[in-house]
């Protein structure tokens, strides 16, 4: 029985990382930023709908404003969320395993029931956690990408700048 709870724990985090669990976390993912920002923002539907994480440099202007100022504002609360998932999975877990004084009493279907419930929990929980985490991951990067051509845009500028102007005529 361990080995089914360690099996179902192991499927709920590795899924999302195979090709089928990425697309479909990659899809959540994308489905949220973009009910995020369009209830924040108020952008049109086209606008709203254009935006992927393949088109990043792409994006609306407000959305790129408000990336920085999302994660800034919602980071503490997003790892805490992150965590009590993780226990999320890990709690019904254990208290299924190793089991207290009512659950020892279980006999029968009640027993069985409890432990398909338990089990389910377990799974579920440890989805959800990994989409999270996959979810905030992608507007980390979103948000490096953005610094990276930010930074590179002030670069090209101080060297227009140093450059005299009668060498550029």
């Given at each position: 029985?361990?080995?089914?709870?360690?099996?179902?724990?192991?499927?709920?985090?590795?899924?999302?990382?195979?090709?089928?669990?990425?697309?479909?976390?990659?899809?959540?993912?994308?489905?949220?930023?973009?009910?995020?920002?369009?209830?924040?923002?108020?952008?049109?539907?086209?606008?709203?709908?254009?935006?992927?994480?393949?088109?990043?440099?792409?994006?609306?202007?407000?959305?790129?404003?408000?990336?920085?100022?999302?994660?800034?504002?919602?980071?503490?609360?997003?790892?805490?969320?992150?965590?009590?998932?993780?226990?999320?999975?890990?709690?019904?877990?254990?208290?299924?395993?190793?089991?207290?004084?009512?659950?020892?009493?279980?006999?029968?279907?009640?027993?069985?029931?409890?432990?398909?419930?338990?089990?389910?929990?377990?799974?579920v929980a440890g989805l959800f956690a990994a989409w999270r985490k996959r979810y905030w991951n992608r507007l980390r990067n979103c948000q490096r990408i953005l610094s990276e051509k930010a930074e590179s845009t002030e670069n090209v500028d101080k060297v227009v700048q140093a450059?005299?102007?009668?060498?550029?005529?």
């Amino acid at each position: 029985m361990v080995m089914f709870w360690l099996s179902a724990l192991s499927l709920a985090y590795c899924w999302p990382d195979g090709k089928i669990g990425s697309n479909l976390a990659d899809s959540a993912s994308l489905l949220e930023w973009r009910y995020v920002i369009s209830s924040t923002l108020f952008l049109k539907n086209e606008i709203t709908e254009s935006i992927t994480f393949d088109n990043i440099k792409d994006w609306d202007p407000r959305v790129k404003r408000y990336l920085p100022e999302f994660i800034r504002k919602n980071d503490t609360k997003a790892k805490a969320t992150n965590a009590v998932l993780d226990l999320g999975g890990i709690v019904p877990t254990a208290v299924a395993v190793f089991g207290f004084g009512p659950l020892k009493d279980m006999k029968g279907v009640d027993g069985v029931v409890l432990w398909l419930c338990t089990f389910v929990l377990s799974l579920v929980a440890g989805l959800f956690a990994a989409w999270r985490k996959r979810y905030w991951n992608r507007l980390r990067n979103c948000q490096r990408i953005l610094s990276e051509k930010a930074e590179s845009t002030e670069n090209v500028d101080k060297v227009v700048q140093a450059v005299p102007s009668h060498v550029i005529q």
